[in-house]
């Protein structure tokens, strides 16, 4: 879970989160927020054996923030990792369900459009953007994932383990969908789960119009034939069916 300025959400998400997954560890990626949540999270050890802190000077961005959290779980031994907001967006109440889900998948994705999702605090332009924004990045690279963009998620170790990490050097809304694209490239099963998506009650959003750019010029190099940002092709042409997954995938 990375973190930047939640100190008013921090402890409550994390009880959320030992409540509905009791026995989860938990990585909070923290980059020098200034409101003190890396303090708290630090504090917060003394309640939580399996809570983890990872402090990282300065703000270095998303993307690089789930990178870590990706490397720290292949480096200890966890069968699944799940990437999540700490600004209650994304409800620790889903957390079972997408732990079930994984039983028949490789990626469960906690999904706004697909039956039962919802974003009900949306206006009509966010919808717009975001309802835009799937069904371009799902049509331009032949994705059959309803919602791309979501960063509410559950990998199994070994589709973690098939990224080529040093290949994501993308934020926001571009590392959402190259996740999903290398995963269903590389054969993996990928579910979606229903969420409601609430806004954020607390603290701010630290989205930006750079960050939909982002996206927007990763779908169309993507969809061009680069790799994940122009310069280099990612290491998923070799991908077929079945038979060519990763072992352990599915078992
Ligand atoms: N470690 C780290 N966490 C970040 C950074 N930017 C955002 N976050 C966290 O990532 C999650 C999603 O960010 P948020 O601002 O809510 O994005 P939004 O939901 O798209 O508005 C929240 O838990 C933020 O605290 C960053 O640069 N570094
Ligand atoms: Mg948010």
């Excluded at 003394?46 to 990872?54: C, G, I, P």
């Excluded at 994705?143 to 199994?156: E, I, M």
Aim: net charge negative; aromatic share 10%.
């Amino acid at each position: 879970m990375p973190t930047y300025n939640e100190s008013e959400n921090l402890v409550s998400i994390v009880a959320a989160i030992y409540a509905a997954l009791p026995e989860t560890s938990l990585l909070i990626i923290d980059d020098g927020s200034p409101d003190g949540t890396g303090e708290l999270a630090d504090n917060l050890r003394a309640q939580y054996s399996t809570l983890d802190v990872l402090h990282r000077h300065g703000k270095l961005g998303l993307g690089t923030a789930y990178v870590e959290g990706f490397r720290y779980a292949l480096t200890h031994d966890y069968d699944c990792v799940f990437e999540m907001d700490a600004d209650f967006s994304h409800d620790p109440r889903y957390l079972p369900d997408l732990l079930a889900a994984i039983e028949d998948a490789d990626l469960v994705i906690g999904s706004r459009y697909v039956p039962g999702g919802r974003t009900p605090d949306w206006g009509l332009s966010r919808r717009l953007i975001s309802g835009f924004g799937n069904v371009f990045a799902r049509t331009l690279l032949r994705l059959p994932v309803q919602d791309c963009t979501a960063g509410y998620k559950c990998y199994r170790r070994a589709v973690v383990e098939a990224f080529d990490l040093a290949a994501i050097q993308l934020e926001g809304y571009a590392f959402q969908i190259e996740t999903v694209y290398q995963a269903y490239r590389k054969g993996f099963r990928i579910v979606e789960v229903p969420i409601v998506f609430p806004d954020r009650k607390i603290g701010t959003s630290k989205m930006s119009k750079a960050i939909v750019a982002e996206a927007f010029t990763y779908v169309v190099r993507r969809r061009l034939g680069g790799g994940a940002h122009g310069t280099r092709r990612a290491p998923v042409s070799h991908v077929g069916g079945p038979d060519e997954r990763p072992r352990g995938a599915g078992a």
